[in-house]
């Protein structure tokens, strides 16, 4: 695709709901990452994949939280049992080699849990 | 742990420089990068630095100094539309990208 895209754009739910959200990066991109960005923060690292390997989820706050990219293109960042603490725009990127090169960023989702 | 320092704010007028800078303290670095975003917009690439010194490109430079853990943005020629945050983003050795917490430039006619 021209760029990265992420669905939806906006979800709100109800405390205790899970939620799924999807990241389709560039077409060809090795490496795709996740980032959590509160307003007037930098992205916060979730994690990463190569391929369809997750190489690191050290930044997932909880078991809560899991990601998934089981064919290396398509991405779902699932949150389970949903608390008002997850309010959060969710912002996905994918770079072509991961090698410290540009990681090219989503429109990102925002997510309200009331 | 990962750190990083960057001003949180930083004010300037058309067609003037200015410099942003970042500290950084972190294990396995292997590069700095700055990104800059508009308000309500996505995170974009503007520089990479993996070695000691100045990269130029176009009105924005970035520089690295490894041995001091440190780093800035160097933007000439202001515009209004340089007017965003910018963040300083360390890459490390794990392959994962760790962000500043951002600097709110605001240019000035």
């Known amino acids: 695709g021209a760029g990265v895209s992420q669905s939806p754009r906006y979800k709100v739910t109800k405390r205790g709901q899970d939620v799924a959200l999807r990241c389709d990066p560039i077409s060809g991109h090795v490496s795709l990452y996740w980032y959590r960005q509160a307003l007037g923060q930098g992205p916060e690292f979730l994690t990463y994949f190569n391929y369809e390997a997750q190489q690191d989820k050290s930044g997932l706050p909880n078991d809560r939280f899991s990601a998934e990219r089981p064919e290396g293109s398509i991405s779902t960042l699932t949150i389970q049992r949903t608390e008002q603490r997850d309010s959060a725009m969710y912002r996905c990127?994918?770079?072509?080699?991961?090698?410290?090169?540009?990681?090219?960023f989503g429109p990102g989702t925002r997510l309200t849990v009331l | 742990g990962q750190s990083l320092e960057q001003p949180s704010e930083v004010t300037a007028v058309e067609g003037a420089i200015v410099q942003i800078n970042c500290t950084y303290q972190t294990s396995g670095f292997y590069g700095l990068s700055w990104y800059q975003q508009h308000d309500g917009g996505a995170p974009t690439f503007l520089s990479y630095?993996?070695?000691?010194g100045l990269e130029e490109t176009g009105r924005f430079s970035s520089f690295l100094s490894r041995s001091d853990s440190y780093g800035y943005l160097l933007l000439q020629e202001l515009q209004m539309k340089d007017s965003a945050s910018y963040f300083c983003?360390?890459?490390?050795?794990?392959?994962?990208?760790?962000f500043g917490q951002g600097t709110e430039l605001s240019v000035k006619p």
């Open positions: 990127a994918s770079s072509s080699s991961g090698q410290g090169d540009e990681q090219f």
């Open positions: 983003a360390v890459y490390n050795q794990g392959g994962k990208l760790i």
């Open positions: 630095n993996a070695l000691d």
